[in-house]
Nanobody, 127 residues
Framework: QVQLVETGGALVQVGGSLRLSCAPSGLMFSSYTMGWFRQAPGKEREFVAAISWSGGRTSYADSVKGRFTISRDNAKMYLQMNSLKPEDTAVYYC??????????????????????WGQGTQVTVSS
């Protein structure tokens, strides 16, 4: 059974930093592209960043480029968030891309391409 556990969410002031972690289990983690998404109150879930199964390729939403960095090691995936803004406030989810060892830059931002999701971790940026 695939499980994803996100940690690291917190209340932080504008301009601050946070590092989110995603710990997967029940799958060949190193063989799947992974993604981070977020959902703010009253809004749809949106793409934040993705990283290829090899870790060598990444993709970011325009809203976070230059501020967020996605990474992974053999055990976990991470999202380093710097220069946080109030509009970054949301529940952040990690997810597993639905195809084995595939990196499709045109599809990595599509929610429907991900078939496993974590429970989310709350990030609140206060001004």
């Amino acid at each position: 059974q695939v499980q994803l556990v996100e940690t690291g969410g917190a209340l932080v002031q504008v301009g601050g930093s946070l590092r989110l972690s995603c710990a997967p289990s029940g799958l060949m983690f190193s063989s799947y592209t992974m993604g981070w998404f977020r959902q703010a109150p009253g809004k749809e879930r949106e793409f934040v960043a993705a990283i290829s199964w090899s870790g060598g390729r990444t993709s970011y939403a325009d809203s976070v480029k230059g501020r967020f960095t996605i990474s992974r090691d053999n055990a976990k995936m991470y999202l380093q968030m710097n220069s946080l803004k109030p509009e970054d406030t949301a529940v952040y989810y990690c997810a597993v891309y639905g195809s084995f060892r595939v990196w499709d830059p045109l599809q990595v931002g599509a929610l429907r391409k991900y078939n496993y999701w974590g429970q989310g971790t709350q990030v609140t940026v206060s001004s």
